[in-house]
C-alpha cells in the first residue's frame, strides 16, 4: 500500500516571502500522480497543483511550484511571494495511475500560517 | 465554473440514528467518491463509485455504510445507525473518465457530521 508523508506540521512564513513544504512517499508503482490540496479554515478542499510522475518537468501554477523528485520519492511544494489568503491546511496526495484504483490517498497534512 | 455540491452543511444526529449525505457531483463527471476527516486528522478514502456500482471500498467503509446514485444527479452517503467515531467532515468528489487534467478529483465543501 501507498503511504504519504508529510513531517512538517506546522510552517510559517512572511507574507510576500517564500515557503517549502515538504512531501515524501512510498510506492513500488512507476506511473502514479501526485497532488496538493489546500484546505482553509471553510475546510472545502482547493486543488493547488498536480503532477504526473511520467513528466520530468516541474509543474507550475502561478505562484505555486513543485519539486518533484521521482527517484527520492519527494513531492515539495513551493510558494513563492506568500499571501494572507494562502494560510490554510494543506495536504499533499498520491493516487496511482494504474488499473481502476483511482482513490487518493492524503499525508497528514502541514498547516501553513502568513504572517503580515 | 462547474463545483461539486452538498448537503447538509452540518448535520447533528443522535447516535443510532440513520443519516443520509448528499451530494451532486459535476454533471458530466462518471467516477463519484466519499471521503471522511476527522477532527485535525487526515483525509480518508471511504468508496468509489462507477457504472452505477462500488468500484473501491476502504476498511472504513463496513456493512453500516452504502452509495446509492439514486438518479441521474444526485450520489448519497447512508450510514445506517451512527456511532460517536463517525462524527467526521465528509466530502464527496467526482471526476471525469480518462488522462490528464481530465482525471482530477473535484471535491465539494464537505459535510460535518455530528454523532451525539
Known amino acids: 500500500a501507498q503511504t504519504v508523508t508529510q513531517s512538517q506540521p506546522e510552517m510559517s512564513v512572511q507574507e510576500a516571502e517564500t515557503v517549502t513544504l515538504s512531501c515524501t512517499y512510498d510506492?513500488?508503482?512507476?506511473?502514479?500522480?501526485l497532488f496538493w490540496y489546500k484546505q482553509p479554515p471553510s475546510r472545502q478542499m482547493i486543488l493547488v497543483i498536480r503532477?504526473?510522475?511520467?513528466?520530468?518537468q516541474n509543474a507550475t501554477e502561478n505562484r505555486f511550484s513543485v519539486n518533484f523528485q521521482k527517484a527520492a520519492k519527494s513531492f515539495s511544494l513551493k510558494i513563492s511571494d506568500s499571501q494572507l489568503g494562502d494560510a490554510a491546511m494543506y495536504f499533499c496526495?498520491?493516487?496511482?495511475?494504474?488499473?481502476?484504483?483511482?482513490?487518493?490517498?492524503f499525508g497528514s497534512g502541514t498547516q501553513l500560517t502568513v504572517l503580515p | 465554473e462547474p463545483e461539486v455540491t452538498q448537503t447538509p452543511s452540518h448535520q447533528v444526529t443522535q447516535m443510532g440514528q440513520e443519516v443520509i449525505l448528499r451530494c451532486v457531483p459535476i454533471?458530466?463527471?462518471?467516477?463519484f467518491y466519499w471521503y471522511r476527516q476527522i477532527l485535525g486528522q487526515k483525509v480518508e478514502f471511504l468508496v468509489s463509485?462507477?457504472?452505477?456500482?462500488?468500484?473501491?471500498k476502504s476498511e472504513i467503509f463496513d456493512d453500516q455504510f452504502s452509495v446509492e446514485r439514486p438518479d441521474g444527479s444526485n450520489f448519497t452517503l447512508k450510514i445506517r445507525s451512527t456511532k460517536l467515531e463517525d462524527s467526521a467532515m465528509y466530502f464527496c468528489?467526482?471526476?471525469?473518465?480518462?488522462?490528464?487534467?481530465?482525471?482530477?478529483?473535484?471535491f465539494g465543501p464537505g459535510t460535518r457530521l455530528t454523532v451525539l
Open positions: 496526495a498520491y493516487r496511482s495511475a494504474l488499473g481502476s484504483a483511482r482513490q487518493l490517498t
Open positions: 510506492t513500488s508503482e512507476s506511473d502514479y500522480y
Open positions: 503532477q504526473e510522475a511520467y513528466k520530468q
Open positions: 454533471s458530466n463527471h462518471l467516477y
Open positions: 463509485f462507477y457504472n452505477n456500482e462500488i468500484s473501491e
Open positions: 468528489a467526482s471526476n471525469l473518465r480518462g488522462q490528464g487534467f481530465r482525471d482530477t478529483q473535484y
